[in-house]
């Protein structure tokens, strides 16, 4: 217990001190870029403004009177910004941290922000947060990279009640969940060797068979690269499950030995692989496109109402929020194939 509030104080104090530790690692790399004497003069400059009131007295009575410079614009024709010394920054680091390309953020008054840096770091300065409030829309992490007002206003709009963006109820005409096809089977290996270790993943011959039981779905991004347009071309596939009809709902199919069920009654759906571009994670697709599942499942014979599947990398939790239970009699032998801790599930999906 006094661990974690040693912890917790620890955690608070490095927040508060974090825009210290920025500005420090920001001295630190200008300094960097000065010579020895240039960094020995301002040492110098420094140690002088230490001096309490009495020594500076003193010290600055045995100094001449000192007589006023006229004031001279410093030559700039670069517009390059000064340094902690005074000075402009030299040329090549100001190339370096893209000083030179400008951000504006309409939200901000069409503020314009030089350089990468000042642009990621403005969305949690008052500037911004307080032009998102005029616009009646909470500052939420969602919200990152929306610099324009009528993007803000579409973004909030597909909030749900509890704040999430992209909920299943605004995804209409965004996010398309369409029966999987072999012409997508390309993409959905491309998100396999995203989201899986190379020794688990299963070729496109068997992507292929499972593809042709006509119960598997895709899920289809039609605007990935804007929001108010769409483009077919530039549709893409962001996430898939594959299911198929399964004889027996008594336990799985043997893993990467998937045989086509012959032309017979059903018992269950099997719902072979799910996957989510990681990308995309965190919209809700996934429980998108096991309602396809579901409701494929339904058509036909009513046996076909149970659904199953494998857990497996600690996902029992996940699948048991979305009503799948564990089914403890199951032959262990199959269960092998798969990696170690899978647990077989099932859901009756018949009420």
């Not at 089977?185 to 993943?201: H, M, S």
């Not at 692989?273 to 994670?281: H, T």
Request: aromatic content about 12%; glycine content about 4%.
């Amino acid at each position: 217990m006094h661990l974690k509030i040693f912890e917790l104080k620890i955690q608070k104090l490095a927040e508060s001190l974090a825009a210290q530790r920025e500005d420090t690692r920001d001295l630190v790399e200008r300094k960097q870029t000065l010579s020895a004497d240039a960094i020995e003069k301002a040492k110098v400059v420094y140690d002088e403004q230490d001096y309490g009131e009495e020594e500076e007295e003193n010290f600055r009575a045995d100094e001449e009177p000192e007589v006023e410079e006229e004031y001279t614009e410093i030559y700039n024709p670069l517009k390059l910004p000064m340094g902690w010394d005074g000075k402009q920054i030299p040329y090549w680091l100001y190339k370096l941290h893209g000083l030179d390309v400008e951000y504006p953020c309409e939200i901000c008054d069409n503020f314009i922000y030089m350089g990468r840096k000042a642009f990621d770091r403005h969305y949690q300065e008052w500037r911004h947060a307080h032009g998102i409030r005029c616009l009646k829309i909470p500052n939420t992490m969602y919200f990152q990279e929306i610099t324009r007002i009528q993007d803000a206003y579409v973004f909030h709009e597909k909030e749900d009640t509890e704040g999430n963006v992209f909920h299943k109820k605004t995804f209409e005409g965004m996010i398309s969940i369409v029966p999987a096809t072999p012409q997508f089977v390309d993409e959905i290996l491309a998100i396999q060797e995203k989201c899986y270790a190379p020794e688990i993943w299963e070729s496109k011959q068997e992507f292929l068979r499972i593809v042709d039981c006509a119960s598997s779905f895709v899920a289809i991004d039609n605007h990935p690269n804007d929001l108010t347009s769409f483009n077919q071309n530039n549709a893409i596939v962001v996430g898939y499950i594959l299911a198929h009809p399964w004889p027996t709902s008594s336990e799985p199919p043997i893993l990467h030995k998937f045989a086509a069920p012959q032309e017979q009654v059903q018992e269950c759906h099997f719902i072979h692989d799910v996957s989510i571009s990681p990308d995309y994670r965190g919209m809700k697709i996934a429980d998108m496109l096991l309602q396809a599942v579901f409701e494929s499942a339904l058509v036909g014979v009513g046996a076909a109402a149970v659904v199953t599947l494998v857990s497996v990398n600690g996902t029992v939790g996940y699948w048991q929020k979305r009503g799948f239970v564990v089914k403890q009699t199951v032959s262990k032998g199959v269960l092998q194939s798969y990696p170690n801790g899978a647990q077989f599930m099932f859901f009756d999906n018949s009420s």
